[in-house]
């Protein structure tokens, strides 16, 4: 097999893009540049996947470097049973949104930052990835492609998945010898409806303490083991699920998908990034936008005992934006926090929204336009 990076148009079952995507809809619909929507209930919306048109594929070998991926049908993919993501996964997966402004624009929020996380990832688990700028121009090109699936303002934003796998066939441990980036792409609601109740886990850990873990990266291997405490918490009527450090199981680290904040005294304070948990996007917004708020942040080992005597908690994620915490369950005890629209975290959140759907001025540069 020839292990060179070869362009999508080398591969079978990637037909070309139909005229819809310059134009006229195959459902019989007007064009998209007209602004006409996907056949989706946009007020019902959850966070769930719902197929849309296109799909971005870029291929590479071990040792080079992408060149140049090509859209394709939404779909199925290929893969042998001894790829390396299947058998020793291999993969890292990035999460992004594109918002509709209210005046028809569509943007995205901080995508470079994405980008240099995949890379991050990437070199931790010895794989090639794309430059800021591929990543970029990949997101940018499967949103318009999938422009018809972008929701309305207000109503939702389109998720975009990107990922980057060893999908070459090998038996022994050891880097894959092909990659794959692609990016597919779904219309979301919000990830949680409502305040949160969370149950903080004392048994089972997301990470391994200590420098050297891959806790830091958005491994795929770091989400699977976060299943049996998070199913076992929603069974009995929580939201979500808090890991504690596996070292001392004294001090908060992050929730199954998503960082933490806690407020006291109009102090915020979160978990500092010490290779355990993910350097959220989100997070480090939100860090900015407090300070620049006249928030003191202080990011440092928080203990079990200060959040549960704090004034209020929230949760910070691509998929959850910003979500305020209603109460937390630790062993026998329970904390219920101040919830409501005078709330530090909704202050933080509308802020961020604002920022995200183009209803304030970006000053910070932080929203790419696309169209």
């Given at each position: ?129 794309p430059s800021i700028e591929q990543f970029v121009d990949a997101v940018k090109q499967t949103v318009l492609a999938n422009k018809r699936w972008v929701p309305p303002p207000g ?217």
């Open positions: 097999m020839d292990l060179k990076c070869r362009q999508i148009s080398d591969f079978p079952t990637m037909p070309p893009l139909p005229p819809s995507i310059l134009g006229n809809c195959e459902d019989g619909s007007e064009s998209v540049a007209g602004e006409n929507y996907a056949d989706v209930n946009w007020e019902e919306l959850g966070f769930s996947l719902v197929p849309t048109d296109y799909m971005y594929v870029m291929k590479c070998a071990k040792g080079e470097k992408f060149s140049q991926g090509s859209l394709i049908r939404y779909g199925n993919i290929e893969i042998s049973p001894s790829a390396g993501i299947l058998n020793y996964g291999q993969g890292i997966f990035e999460g992004l949104k594109a918002y509709r402004t209210e005046d028809g624009r569509i943007q995205l929020f901080r995508p470079e930052e994405n980008a240099q996380r995949m890379k991050t990832g990437a070199d931790r688990l010895c794989m090639p990835s109503k939702g934003s389109l998720y975009m998945r990107p990922l980057l796998m060893g999908t070459g066939a090998l038996l022994g441990v050891a880097p894959a010898p092909e990659y794959t980036f692609l990016i597919y792409c779904s219309p979301v609601g919000c990830y949680h409806k409502g305040l949160l109740n969370i149950k903080v886990e004392d048994r089972l850990y997301r990470a391994i303490s200590g420098c050297g873990g891959t806790g830091g990266i958005k491994s795929v291997t770091n989400y699977a083991p976060v299943y049996t405490a998070i199913t076992e918490a929603k069974a009995n009527g929580f939201s979500d699920v808090l890991f504690l450090d596996s070292a001392t199981g004294k001090y908060i680290e992050e929730a199954s998908a998503c960082n933490v904040f806690v407020v006291k005294d109009n102090v915020i304070f979160t978990p500092e990034i010490d290779g355990t948990i993910l350097p959220g996007i989100t997070r480090k917004s939100i860090i900015e936008i407090a300070t620049d708020l006249g928030y003191q942040v202080k990011e440092r080992a928080v203990s079990v005992e200060e959040m549960l005597s704090a004034d209020e908690m929230f949760c910070t994620g691509t998929a959850v934006v910003v979500n305020s915490v209603a109460s937390v369950t630790y062993k026998k005890t329970r904390a219920e926090y101040k919830t409501g629209p005078e709330t530090v975290s909704e202050k933080l959140r509308k802020t961020l929204v604002r920022i995200q759907t183009g209803c304030v001025e970006d000053k910070k540069s932080w929203t790419v336009q696309i169209d």
